[in-house]
T-cell receptor, first 114, second 114 residues
Framework: KAGVTQTPRYLIKTRGQQVTLSCSPI?????VSWYQQTPGQGLQFLFE???????NKGNFPGRFSGRQFSNSRSEMNVSTLELGDSALYLC?????????????FGSGTQLSVL | GESVGLHLPTLSVQEGDNSIINCAYS??????FIWYKQESGKGPQFIID?????DKRQGQRVTVLLNKTVKHLSLQIAATQPGDSAVYFC?????????????FGSGTQLTVLP
């Protein structure tokens, strides 16, 4: 079974631009979560989607948004990019949002904002 | 809010020795904990998990211990190998009964010396 796939692997943008990152979960997984990873802040939760609905949201500004499609694939968007948005963005999937369901992570998209 | 923290940012062990990575958590309501391993350039990889109704759980070469009295979690790796070199994160499943999210600790860099 293929793992979580994230595209692109690397991305370079300039301040003020917007970016869209893509995530394909493991087949059969209906929940997709997004995390931001930086050296200073570690892994921080962005949001989780299940059945095309946002179920939970972390403490990030409204410039960060996401969506999930009927095939469970997910995208996240960051508008008006800032230098501080440079990070590794990780997508993770799990079968459902039930208790004890562990997350399976992709390799991430490394975003650099210049 | 409450968060998961780690006692040591780095740990070096000799190949063949046992490793112990510690984690302190502050949310007494958390009832599920996970350890992840992250190698350079990759996303976090699941190692082992434990529910709060357990004190110990064993996997292949790994053991997780949970001490709810002092809110402490540890990961023991037996016969540490070079391939174990990575950053290790503990995570707690936050907010039982409501929208859950994994809250990650800051990570411990494990280096295995030849």
């Amino acid at each position: 079974k293929a793992g979580v796939t994230q595209t692109p692997r690397y991305l370079i943008k300039t301040r003020g631009q917007q970016v869209t990152l893509s995530c394909s979960p493991i087949s059969g997984h209906r929940s997709v979560s997004w995390y931001q990873q930086t050296p200073g802040q570690g892994l921080q939760f962005l949001f989780e989607y299940f059945s095309e609905t946002q179920r939970n949201k972390g403490n990030f500004p409204g410039r960060f948004s996401g969506r999930q499609f009927s095939n469970s694939r997910s995208e996240m968007n960051v508008s008006t990019l800032e230098l501080g948005d440079s990070a590794l963005y990780l997508c993770a999937s799990r079968p459902s949002t039930a208790d004890g369901e562990k997350l399976f992570f992709g390799s991430g998209t490394q975003l650099s904002v210049l | 809010g409450e968060s998961v923290g780690l006692h040591l940012p780095t740990l070096s062990v000799q190949e063949g020795d046992n490793s112990i990575i510690n984690c302190a958590y502050s949310n007494s309501a958390s009832d599920y904990f996970i350890w992840y391993k992250q190698e350079s350039g990759k996303g976090p990889q699941f190692i082992i998990d434990i529910r709060s109704n357990m004190d110990k759980r064993q996997g292949q070469r790994v053991t997780v211990l949970l001490n709810k009295t002092v809110k402490h979690l540890s990961l023991q790796i037996a016969a540490t190998q070079p391939g174990d070199s990575a950053v290790y994160f503990c995570a707690e499943n936050f907010a039982p009964g409501s929208a859950r999210q994994l809250t990650f600790g800051s990570g411990t860099q494990l280096t295995v010396l030849p």
